[in-house]
């Protein structure tokens, strides 16, 4: 597991150089975004089995409020993140206190209507832009602004944050926190018996899972420097985390990255095949996606392959 | 020329209006919630793609009006019977397989089919939106002053009568005890020699096909555009929220609050308010009543 680890963080460092082009750089950068996303996703979605379908709601503040405080106070926009993480907690509180007293699917439900919620809020909302949004600065007055004309910076800043948030990720895994999440995924009654505080286990969860979701939201706005409430709050975004980590397999380390390194590079194929007014067609790709995951390997490919690996094991592969 | 006291009495009656229009959508959002809440009450499951299958009985009606010049009475039955078939096919080759299995699994299993529906219908139908041609049902009536559309008035009494025939079906008949039994206790009802597997598939059936004539109904009265199926899953969420998890009475009540409170909310702080007070009702339930108003905890 170690060379993997190893093997991958070089094949992600050298990617840019390997294919030294603005198209490939493009995609990378989704890439490491939309693997952010859901590993931050991941942990309450995945590790605790609460699953969001509403964490476009952190997404969305994490990407308004630096464009917000750009507009109010010209501000560099990277300034407004930690605003963002600090009302993203407490948006996390406001839905977590109620929502995880109850079980099943009271949490799934409750995120999507909040998230629909704020997204229509915002879209009326003038002080935010209204329908039309909020434009980050044209041109960068220092570094500063992080206003980059090249992909390449924004690619290794992303990878950072990746490498950071699999790295906490990588330590709840081992912690006593950890087993707790694990516990109530398998089964909240007997993890309760046992002794494990669940309400407050699951609301730190989403509180961590808050925190980086909105820092993603961050920078993508800060790298687009637009945002509208159909990309900051849309459900489609809430969508993708749940789908890019479910592929991979949620609840494991590098299932979210997994399922961003199949589904961003397949995602551009679509919608270059197909052409700009592909998008529809890519959701229902997603949809079926989806479903069939559900259906057949609920475990994703990370289930897949450890039920396979054993079978290859005459022709070993480092990954 | 108009005297105050005429202002008032037009004010009076233009909000009467907005209110008996709210009630009669309310009575449909009763209809397709009541399918909501008896697959939950039963199963303990949330079907994500209710709302997509009520945007699919709306295009059921159109393709029966402009291919088959259905009226009112065809294109609601075969709307009931084309979701009929497929809530039972989504049962035995979907749900059926997940319903036990992780909760992520459950989650995404209909997630994933509405994104499939929803997404299908925009490629087929297109994002406008779009309404039926002139029916039997068209023109409007006047009830002692205030003018309602027929179709809209048909639609919502026609939804109040299936919503209770729904709970009647349940509660006086054989079918129903059956179908309770299942939802009371599976294992016992296994050994009362009642096979679970078919009738949940019914209660698939039936509460598609309730979403499906909903749709049909509202099709009648109301403009569409695929993307309705997401606004109509979310309310059916909150109706089923207020109303309590598997009661069809309280689906029924929890309707009608719903469509009062959107229209008057929509007359008084403008269209665009009226999902997002429903939605803030949501949350405020959460917090304050997580059970429903007719629920036991």
């Known amino acids: 597991m170690k060379t993997g680890t190893l093997v991958l963080a070089v094949a992600l460092l050298a990617y840019p150089f390997v294919l030294y082009d603005h198209f490939y750089w493009d995609i990378g950068v989704g890439l490491l975004l939309a693997a952010i996303s859901a590993s931050a996703w991941n942990i309450v979605g995945g590790y605790a089995g609460q699953v969001s379908v509403g964490h476009a709601m952190f997404f969305g503040i994490g990407a308004y409020v630096p464009l917000l405080v750009f507009n109010l106070w010209q501000l560099p926009p990277i300034a407004g993140a930690p605003l963002a993480v600090a009302l993203s907690l407490v948006l996390a509180v406001v839905i977590g206190l109620p929502t995880f007293r109850l079980r099943g699917h009271y949490f799934s439900m409750a995120t999507i209507a909040v998230a629909e919620l704020i997204r229509i809020f915002i879209g009326t909302w003038d002080f935010v832009g209204a329908a039309i949004g909020l434009q980050g600065p044209a041109v960068g007055r220092g570094w500063w602004d992080l206003t980059f004309r090249s992909e390449l910076p924004y690619y290794y800043i992303f990878l950072v944050v990746l490498a ?26 007997a993890a309760r018996s046992l002794g494990v505080p669940v309400q407050q286990t699951k609301l730190k969860a989403l509180l961590l899972s808050a925190v980086f979701t909105s820092i993603a939201g961050s920078l993508y706005s800060i790298k687009t420097g637009f945002i509208d409430p159909e990309s900051g709050f849309g459900i489609l975004i809430s969508v993708q985390m749940v789908i890019v980590a479910a592929l991979g397999g949620a609840g494991t380390l590098y299932g979210p990255l997994v399922g961003a390194l199949i589904l961003v590079p397949a995602q551009t194929a679509t919608n270059t095949w197909f052409g700009g007014g592909g998008s529809g067609l890519t959701y229902i790709l997603y949809g079926g996606i989806i479903l069939v995951l559900a259906r057949f390997e609920p475990g994703g490919l990370h289930e897949l392959w450890q039920r396979l690996a054993p079978r290859l094991r005459r022709t070993p592969r480092a990954a | 020329m108009w005297g105050s006291k005429d202002n008032a009495g037009a004010n009076a009656m233009l909000l009467l209006q907005v209110i008996v229009g709210g009630l009669l959508l309310g009575a449909i959002y009763a209809l397709f919630s009541s399918g909501l809440t008896l697959i939950w009450g039963m199963m303990n499951f949330i079907n994500f793609a209710h709302g997509e299958f009520v945007m699919l009985g709306m295009y059921v009606a159109l393709l029966v009006v402009t291919w088959l010049a259905g009226g009112p009475a065809t294109f609601g039955v075969a709307a009931a019977f084309a979701l009929f078939v497929l809530g039972v096919v989504v049962y035995l080759s979907l749900v059926r397989h997940v319903m036990r299995g992780p909760m992520l699994a459950q989650i995404l299993s209909t997630f994933g089919l509405a994104l499939l529906l929803r997404y299908t219908a925009f490629w087929i139908f297109s994002a406008n939106f779009v309404s039926l041609p002139q029916t039997s049902l068209s023109g409007t009536v006047n009830l002692g002053g205030i003018l309602m559309p027929v179709a809209q008035l048909v639609a919502g009494l026609v939804a109040v009568s299936l919503t209770v025939a729904l709970h009647l079906l349940l509660t006086r008949t054989a079918v129903g005890s059956r179908l309770l039994a299942v939802a009371e206790d599976r294992n016992a009802a296994m050994l009362m020699g009642i096979r679970p597997d078919r009738m949940q598939a019914l209660a698939w059936g039936l509460s598609a096909a309730s979403a499906g004539i909903a749709g049909a109904l509202m099709a009648t009265a109301y403009p569409w555009s695929p993307s309705v199926g997401e606004t109509f899953g979310l309310t059916a969420f909150v109706v089923v929220a207020l109303g309590g998890f598997g009661s069809v009475p309280g689906a029924l009540y929890a309707g009608l609050i719903i469509g009062l409170i959107q229209a008057l909310s929509a007359y008084w702080f403008g269209p665009i308010y009226k999902d997002i007070v429903v939605y803030g009702l949501f949350a405020a339930l959460l917090w ?6 007719m629920g036991k905890a």
């Open chain 2, 288 to 293: 304050l009543r997580p059970q429903g108003l």
């Open chain 1, 164 to 189: 950071v948030l699999l790295y906490v990720t990588r330590a709840v895994e081992k912690s006593r926190f950890g087993y707790y999440l694990r516990a109530i995924k398998a089964g909240e009654r």
